[in-house]
Every structure is written in C-alpha cells, then in structure tokens.
C-alpha cells in the first residue's frame, strides 16, 4: 500500500513551503529516513525525508509550487504500484478540506482511544519480540544500533554476538542516496563518515563535512598557527577602521634634497649631544607635527560617533614591526620639542617596542600615526588608519631621481608620502592642504625653526 | 618428571602422607594383600603392616562408622570403598554423623577422614557399579568434594584431603585409573577451590568434571580444526567450587557448556549452569548455557549401550558446534 509523503510542520509558525528541489525521480527506491525533496519555509531550507520504504511513485507539485503544511507532496509505495486510488482521494480531500477538522471531532471519542491503544501496543510489541542473548543486546546498545535492523543467525533466527559485529563491520552503511551519490562524487571514502541520520544512517550532511575535513587534510602540509594574541587585536583594529572609517588615500612627491642635506648637517651635531643617531624618521615627525599645527582641522578624532574632537596636543604615533606584529609608540606634544630631543625619545621608545617592555600608556594618545616603509623598496602605498585617529600618513622609500626644476633636469632625492584618512570627518580639500603643507615643510626644512 | 598412572599417583600421595604422619591409615575391603579392587593399594600393607592397612568385612556401614570413631579420636583415616555406589550404606555415617560433627559440638571436635570413591562408568560393570552421584554429597553442607581428572591433580589434591580436618569425599573415576601423566615424585599441595584451565579457548567454556575433562581435550583437538576453540575448564573441587575461574572464562567467550557424566537432570552441572546465569557473566552471554550429561538411565551393561548413556567425544563436539554457530 503507497503511503502519502506530507509536507511537515517545521515550526509553529510554518504553513507552507516552496518545493526547492527534487532529490530522487519517480520510480527510484526510497528508504524510511531518505531525503526525498528539499524545501523552503519563510526561514530555511529543510530536507523532507521518507516515512517508509518502497519506490518514489508519484511527485505531485513541480518546483517553485507552494504547498500548506500536512499536505501530500508525493507518494512512497510498491514497484509499480497503481496510485490512482490515492490521486483522488488527495482530490476529494482538497475539496472537503474545509470540514476536515469537524468530522475528526464527531467521531466517537471510545475509537479515537482505541486506536491509540493499538498503536502503542504494536510498537511495543515489535521491539520486544527480537530474538537476541544478552551479549548482542549489550553490543547492540553500546553501539546505539537497533536490533530491528540486525538479522539473526543463531537458532530461530536469534541475534548473536557475530550479527552485531558484523552489523558493525558492514562496509554499506546505511546512506540516503542522495549521500550516496555525493559521496562517489567527491570521493569521500563512506568507511570513514560517520552517519548522523536516523540509526546512524549517513546522511548528504555527512557527506558535506567530511569532504570538507578531507580537502583540509589534503592542505594540512602548512604550518597552522592559533589565530590569537597580538595577531587578533591587529586584526580586530584594522578591520575595524577599514569597514568602519571610508578610507581616502592622496599621495604627492616630495623633494627631500634640503632635508637630507639638512639630516646630513645636524647628524653629527645631534649625536654629539644626545647621543643617538638623527634619522629622517624624526625630520618627517617633526615636519609633520608642523604641517599639523597649520592644519588643525586634521589633528581630530570622531567619539563614539557623537563629537568630533579637536585636539590640543599634537601626539604622533610611529608604526614599529615588533617579532609579533605591530606596535605604535607615541610621542607626545611633538610640536614642543626640538630635533635632538624628538630623536632621542623616539629612538628609546621605539626599542622599549622592540623589547617588548612598552607599557600601555606609551601606545595610547596618538591624534596622528605615521607609517614609514622607507627602508623599504617601496615608493608608495595606501596605510590604515591607526584610530581613533583620523589620518595617517605613509612613507615611502627616498630615492634619487631626474627631475625637472626650472626647466633644467637635475638630479633630486625623491620620496612619495601616501595620507589617508577618514572622509567623514575630514574633508579632501583641508586633507589636501595638510600635505601640501607638510609637503612645503620637507622640501623646505628651515621652515621647522618658524 | 616420570609419568605414573592416576592410581600410582593416587598411592604416592597416601603413601607419602602415611610416612609422615602416624595418624593417617587406611581402611577397606581387600586393600591388604589384594591391593584393592583396582590395585590402588598394591603393596601398601607390606610397607605399613595391616595396623595401618586394614582390610576390613564387606560392610560399608562399619567401614565407615569406625573411620567416623577414629577421626574424632585423632586419628585421619583414608576408606576405600570399592565402588562409589556403595556409598549408599555408608551415607548415614559420613552425612548425618562425620558432615554434622564439627558443626553440633561447637569446633570441639572435627572429623578428618577421606573417603575415597571410585566411581563412572565405561568398563563394563554395570548398573550398581558405575554411577556418578557426586551432586549427591556436593548437596551436603559439610562435606567437602574433590574429582580430580590427572595424576597430577590427584596426587596434589589427596594430600589436601588427607591434611583437611572435614570429611572429604575423593572421587576417582575407574576409567582413569591407567591414565599417564607427569606427577612429581616429591610431595606438593593443590588448594581446594581452585580450577584448572586445561586448555585456553575464544569461543566456548567448557566446564568439565572427572573423565569429561579428558573427552573435552580431545574434543577441542578436532574442534580446534574446524575453526573453533573451546576453552576448558575443570573445577577440581566441586565443593568449594572456584566460580571466578568460571565466570571469568565465560565473559571471555561469551558461551558456556558444562560437561558431565553423571545423569543431567539434577547433576552438579545444572548447578553450574546456574551459577553462571546469576552471575555478572549473563550479559555477555552469547547462547544459552547449556549441559550435556548422562541420560535419564541406569546405566547399561551391554557395551553399546553403556557409552551411548554418558556423553563421549563425538557428543560434545555435536554439541560445542550446535552452541557456537560458526
């Protein structure tokens, strides 16, 4: 006898679905547990399974058909079985749909009962009469199988030890077809997967997982690393400013042969009396800090999306590698300070970074962030900005180029500064006069005694 | 070591206890001259005198009434009684009077004597002269039941007998009197209640007793061929009974069968059989615990008849297969 497969009930709310997709045709074996048909209620996508065995007779809505939960949506029966019988019914059922409801309830209560009677009693009977001894039992329940599914071999059929073993060791799991088919496809070896299904039955699911664990075991060659620590915040903070602050990058190229001529006359002066190195690190902070107190409309930062705040102090941030990742010391009120001061803080707190003994306080209170990748061979590129700050600026490598100046070509140091910065709080053109600015200021450094 | 027969062994044991203790001597119908009925005392009487050997009148009933006397005396007597089934005219004195003793007077007095039964069938004697009725003694509180199936465990567990202050029952099966096996020469105890694995198997224990131990050796031999290994187990002592021995080697191969040869229905297999089922071991049983024993008959003379009334190796081989289902 076909059995009706009905469109289930998902959820309190569901009452309809969309067939999405057929995953037999008719005439295929169906087995109780197999998905039949995907569909999809107003929130997901479910996979409808089959009820009994037999063969899939008859689907009756075609994909996109909308149908009312409860309602038949195929029929599951014999080979070749004559379903005629239940296409009217499903008919007349349409029409009488309406009065449904009431004849279950004009029925006499005493044979609603006793159907449920029947019906509990006959499952209990079904899984007690099970011929097994007491080890198959045992094995059966450690191994959550159902001795329904177990052939006997033992004496009037009884289920013994070897027909769970060998229950167990069965290489043809049980499996839908449709993992059936994905699993030939993708090649997953069924020995391995594990069924989540009813009674471990494998399911497309299944499938889908352990060709996902065996395409990572065939990459697992690489070197995997925890994704956590210093790794995890730089991640969180430059995810955060680049999805949440709309980047804007200018560049412009700078003639820095006053400032390396400038570099190259304070250099011993510098050393003598601070002791440490003059870098242009420090030349293009300090000529930054200027260009910054001309363009005071750049030095801000957005709180909490509420106020946009003009800072007093200009506090520059100076990006340094660390083994790690990342690290921004800062350095405070640079417009205050001298050259040989600004280079000897930055030289003691860019190795405090390296050494890893930074404290908390030295990172925190940049308005401005410079990014220098000038020992690189890099020219130019487009940095993040270090927020809360608004602006960053990215510097690139100085090189020696021919230039035109005055109509003559000349041979000139040459540097490519990159500004980004967060175009809701700064507009292009004040942007555009800081590094103009800042631009005068390093291909005119005596502008730094002003 | 040098192999002697079970009967040998058997002497050697009382033999070397008589030399060591004064209080042992032994008593029966011809043990003297005649060495017994199945020559178990052959020259007995010319090493200790007939103070020591005592051939006694054909009267189970007195045999076994002055072994009661003497061992509350002091002494430790050794009866032989020709035939196990004779036992039934001694039985008012070994289970009303030397199994309650100890018990009624308080530990004031104690009844060490061994009364040594030969018992089985298999050589041709008959009704009244071959059964095995030692489920009837294992049933008496008091009583200790001892049916060695080697030399070896003979010899061990007669020494055993001789030094315990109960009444022991030893029974010898007839049909093992001239089996061979390697026995120490010098002394050596077997404790009571300790079972033997004769044989390590995966798929079957079995649980023998007196002769069948040897049937089911060679039973496992042929089944071995086939793809199934039986493991098998003798108690040796039937009271006290070693249940771990049991119950473990059943939790092992998941299958049980107790072989014996006395009459099944009421014998001491059933007796295992249940203990069995009781035990931890039931959910790891994989067929039922089964017996095979002798059948419901006196058993006959005629030799045909005989060994089709006792299980033989054939049976339990049928058997084993018809549990195993391989």
Redesign the interface.
């Known amino acids: 006898m076909a059995e009706k497969l009905l469109l289930p009930k998902m959820g309190a709310t569901m009452e309809e679905g969309t067939i999405e997709n057929w995953l037999l045709e008719e005439g295929d074996k169906v087995e109780e547990g197999d998905a039949v048909v995907e569909v999809a209620t107003d929130k997901v996508t479910i996979e409808v399974e089959a009820e009994n065995d037999g063969v899939l007779l008859k689907k009756l809505y075609a994909p996109g058909d909308t149908v009312p939960v409860q309602q038949a949506i195929a029929f599951i029966g014999d080979e070749g079985e004559d379903v005629s019988d239940l296409l009217e019914d499903i008919e007349s059922e349409a029409s009488a749909e309406s009065d449904a409801s009431q004849s279950v309830a004009e029925r006499p209560v005493s044979e609603q009962v006793k159907e449920d009677i029947i019906d509990s009693t006959s499952g209990v009977e079904g899984s007690g009469s099970i011929r097994r001894t007491p080890i198959a039992r045992r094995l059966a329940q450690q191994n959550n199988l159902s001795l329904e599914d177990i052939t006997g071999s033992g004496p009037m059929g009884r289920i013994q030890k070897i027909d769970v073993e060998s229950h167990l060791e069965k290489s043809e799991q049980k499996i839908t077809p449709l993992a059936q088919k994905m699993s030939s496809d993708y090649e997953v070896e069924l020995s391995k997967v594990s069924g989540s299904g009813a009674n471990g039955k494998i399911i497309k699911d299944d499938i889908v997982s352990a060709e996902r664990e065996l395409n990572t075991a065939k990459l697992d060659t690489s070197k995997r690393v925890p994704f956590k620590g210093i790794r995890k915040v730089i991640a969180s903070r430059m995810s955060e400013s680049f999805y949440t602050a709309p980047h804007v990058t200018m560049t412009s190229e700078i003639d820095m042969t006053e400032a390396v001529e400038l570099r190259k006359k304070l250099l011993p002066v510098i050393e003598e009396s601070e002791k440490v190195r003059l870098s242009y690190n420090e030349i293009i902070i300090k000529a930054t800090a200027s260009a910054l107190a001309q363009n005071t409309n750049i030095n801000v930062s957005l709180e909490d999306e509420k106020e946009i705040v003009y800072h007093q102090e200009i506090n520059i941030g100076f990006a340094v590698s660390v083994q790690e990742g990342l690290v921004v010391p800062v350095l405070r009120e640079v417009d205050q300070k001298g050259l040989g001061r600004l280079t000897k803080e930055a030289k003691a707190i860019a190795e405090k970074a390296k050494e890893g003994v930074i404290t908390s306080e030295e990172l925190e209170g940049s308005t401005f962030t410079i990014s220098n990748l000038g020992m690189f061979a890099v020219d130019g590129f487009s940095p993040i900005i270090n927020m809360p700050n608004a602006a960053i600026l990215g510097v690139g490598r100085i090189q020696e180029k021919p230039i035109i100046v005055e109509g003559q070509v000349e041979i000139r140091s040459m540097m490519t500064l990159s500004l980004s910065f967060d175009h809701r709080i700064i507009n292009g053109a004040p942007a555009a006069q800081f590094l103009t600015d800042l631009k005068g200021v390093l291909e005119n450094p005596y502008k730094l005694m002003i | 070591m040098r192999e002697i027969t079970y009967a040998n062994a058997i002497k050697e044991a009382m033999v070397q206890e008589m030399r060591s203790n004064e209080d042992v001597f032994i008593l029966g119908e011809d043990i003297g001259v005649f060495g017994g009925a199945f020559g178990v005392t052959s020259g007995m009487l010319d090493e200790f005198g007939p103070e020591r050997v005592r051939n006694t009148p054909i009267s189970e009933s007195a045999i076994s009434g002055c072994a009661v006397g003497a061992a509350m005396m002091g002494m430790r007597p050794i009866l032989e009684l020709q035939f196990s089934d004779f036992v039934m005219i001694a039985l008012d004195n070994i289970v009303n009077q030397a199994a309650k003793m100890r018990y009624m007077f308080g530990g004031k007095t104690h009844v060490p004597m061994v009364v040594r039964l030969p018992s089985g069938s298999g050589l041709g004697m008959a009704a009244q002269h071959s059964q095995s009725l030692e489920a009837w003694m294992a049933h008496v509180p008091g009583l200790i039941v001892i049916q060695p199936s080697t030399p070896y465990d003979a010899k061990g567990l007669m020494k055993t007998a001789i030094n315990n202050d109960n009444p022991v029952i030893f029974y010898e099966h007839k049909g093992l009197y001239n089996s061979k096996s390697d026995v120490p020469e010098d002394e050596y105890d077997i404790p009571l209640g300790v079972a033997d694995v004769k044989k390590e198997g995966e798929d079957l224990t079995v649980i023998a007793t007196g002769i069948m131990v040897q049937r089911s050796l060679q039973a496992a031999e042929q089944l071995e061929k086939e793809g199934i290994s039986i493991e098998v187990i003798d108690p040796r002592t039937l009271v006290p009974l070693d249940k771990e021995t049991i119950i473990e080697s059943v939790i092992k191969t998941?299958r049980a069968l107790v072989v014996y040869e006395a009459v099944e229905r009421s014998g001491y297999g059933a007796e295992i059989a249940s203990l069995i089922g009781e035990s931890e071991a039931?959910?790891?049983?994989?067929?039922p615990i089964s017996r095979l024993g002798g059948i419901a008959t006196p058993i006959p003379y005629n030799p045909s008849l005989e060994k089709a009334a006792v299980p033989q190796v054939e049976d339990i081989i049928e058997k084993v297969k018809s549990i195993v289902?391989?």
């Open positions: 998941n039931f959910d790891f049983l994989d067929a289902q391989k």
